[in-house]
């Protein structure tokens, strides 16, 4: 089974990168961005004015997303274990991939060659709801997954199921908790991604001012990717 790992900041620590996740038999990991500090990244909203740019991640709450990892488990079950087993200090958010109106997700072919960005789209009621947007839409956004991958700009991308499907698990002093739903001090979530590489942030933007996204009004956010 597929998932998406959500590596979070722990609180009161410095976000930036986290330590490379420990390797496991029963886990593969087969792509992983581990994110600069919130304050390199920019994020765009985008309303009746056409969009605007702001410095910082739109996800504001102190414990700040500090990675994102795809992975492959025989369960979700055993995707759980192995966060559970991971050093002291981490915190994760267990997602189910994909979109729920079909929407095809892209997965990782190619390896990357220039420096590597996330973009992550913020959630809101109806991405939450699992509300499927127009069929014309869906088709855009699949045409322009497609031609960002023949341009070799686009690495991987999916979205996110709701929140409501997801686990969370926090590993401190030797101990792992596990819960249901996002992190608990979120109130921006987070609702899909594309992992692009390009020469500068600057493409990465002009690319996600043309995307046609799902959302009437999405804010969207760019973050470089470290190492």
């Not at 994020?43 to 996800?59: C, K, M, N, Q, T």
Request: glycine residues 8%; hydrophobic residues 45%.
């Amino acid at each position: 089974m597929r998932f998406v790992v959500l590596r979070q900041a722990e609180t009161g620590a410095p976000a930036g990168p986290l330590a490379p996740l420990s390797p496991s038999n029963d886990v593969t990991v087969y792509a992983s961005a581990e994110l600069a500090a919130p304050a390199q990244a920019v994020h765009v909203v985008f309303d009746g004015d056409g969009p605007r740019e702001a410095p910082g991640s739109f996800i504001r709450h102190e414990a700040a997303l500090a990675g994102l990892a795809l992975i492959d488990a025989p369960s979700r079950e055993a995707a759980v274990a192995w966060l559970a087993a991971q050093p002291d200090g981490h915190a994760f958010e267990l997602r189910e991939p994909g979109c729920a109106n079909g929407l095809a997700g892209v997965d990782p072919s190619i390896s990357a060659t220039r420096p590597r960005f996330l973009v992550i789209v913020r959630a809101d009621a109806d991405t939450e709801a699992e509300t499927a947007p127009p069929a014309e839409r869906l088709a855009r956004m699949g045409e322009r997954n497609d031609e960002a991958v023949r341009e070799g700009l686009l690495l991987a991308a999916d979205g996110l199921r709701s929140t409501a499907r997801a686990t969370r698990v926090a590993v401190r002093d030797g101990r792992a908790r596990v819960l249901d739903g996002p992190f608990a001090e979120a109130k921006e979530l987070v609702a899909g991604f594309w992992l692009v590489q390009a020469p500068s942030i600057d493409d990465v933007l002009a690319w996600v001012r043309r995307y046609p996204y799902a959302q009437a009004r999405p804010e969207v956010e760019v973050r470089p990717v470290v190492g």
